[in-house]
């Protein structure tokens, strides 16, 4: 019996080393899943974090292009002014020539006036119908210089007759305004502190010309002062003339342009064309007519 029980106690001795040998092999194991539960939440970590880096340079790009395409918008605009202000250059540059030329006709012309002029008074005594009442504007008998009054046919008589008016220039005023493909430009003329009778009526004379000179405009007079960027204004305004379609240049005269606080507004518009831009030298003169 004694036997037995020493028998029975070496099998639960080697059954208690069996279970401690197991316990500790499991506590190895938990402790080895630990380290590779740690390293692979450092690699979900690592794997989040560069997502996030790669969303922002994503963020960071997507702006890049924004900006270089409206940098490239821009830059196309300004390519587009360059090459309309080079135009409106180079027609400056004839216009220049073609002045100069007709300056000097004008000067010849001049000069063969007031010797005709001269010799008439030398050979006339300062008498007769040409002396008395002058050639193209000049005076008749001893005065050489030009009047400062011209003459100007009046619209309600016929052009042979022999009653004239006369004129007093007011100002004269130049410019030139680029015109972007798809706007409109506009620009206010102001009478101005110019004294007028009420016997006298004031016309203004425009013109302008168009570069390149192989398209076209829609030219709009306006009576006062209107912002061409409000288009309820623009349509409520009273209109001298309305979106007159003009090809390569244009000129007139009207009556009334003052009426409306001594001022008008002269309206381009090129919202027609989306491809082309538009240079407009323009010239506007103001005259008191009696």
Excluded at 99 to 111: G, T
Excluded at 232 to 259: D, Y
Excluded at 281 to 287: L, S
Aim: with cysteine.
């Amino acid at each position: 019996q004694l036997e037995r029980q020493a028998l029975k106690m070496s099998n639960l001795q080697l059954e208690l080393r069996m279970a401690k040998m197991e316990t500790e092999n499991a506590t190895r194991e938990m402790k080895a899943k630990t380290a590779s539960l740690s390293e692979m939440q450092m690699e979900i970590d690592l794997v989040t974090r560069s997502a996030m880096n790669a969303n922002v340079r994503a963020a960071e790009g997507m702006e890049v292009a924004k900006t270089y395409q409206s940098d490239k918008a821009q830059v196309d605009e300004l390519k587009a002014q360059v090459a309309a202000l080079q135009e409106w250059a180079m027609a400056a540059a004839e216009a220049k020539e073609v002045i100069v030329e007709e300056n000097k006709l004008l000067e010849q012309r001049l000069d063969e006036l007031e010797s005709l002029q001269h010799n008439t008074s030398g050979s006339g005594g300062g008498s007769g119908s040409t002396s008395r009442n002058g050639i193209n504007g000049f005076g008749g008998g001893d005065d050489m210089n030009p009047r400062p009054m011209t003459t100007l046919r009046s619209d309600n008589v016929s052009p042979r007759s022999k009653d004239k008016i006369t004129e007093r220039k007011l100002w004269t005023k130049s410019s030139s305004v680029v015109i972007g493909a798809g706007t409109s430009e506009c620009h206010v003329i102001e009478l101005g502190e110019n004294q007028v009778m009420d016997f006298e009526t004031v016309i203004l004379r425009w013109k302008f010309d168009i570069t390149p000179g192989d398209v076209d405009i829609f030219f709009s007079m306006l009576k006062g002062a209107v912002d061409g960027r409000d288009k309820n204004a623009v349509k409520g305004a009273s209109a001298l003339i309305n979106q007159r379609r003009v090809l390569g240049g244009g000129g007139g005269e009207v009556q009334g342009a003052f009426v409306i606080q001594d001022a008008c507004t002269l309206l381009w518009s090129n919202e027609h064309s989306w491809v082309r831009p538009r240079t407009i030298v323009y010239v506007v003169e103001a005259f008191a007519v009696m």
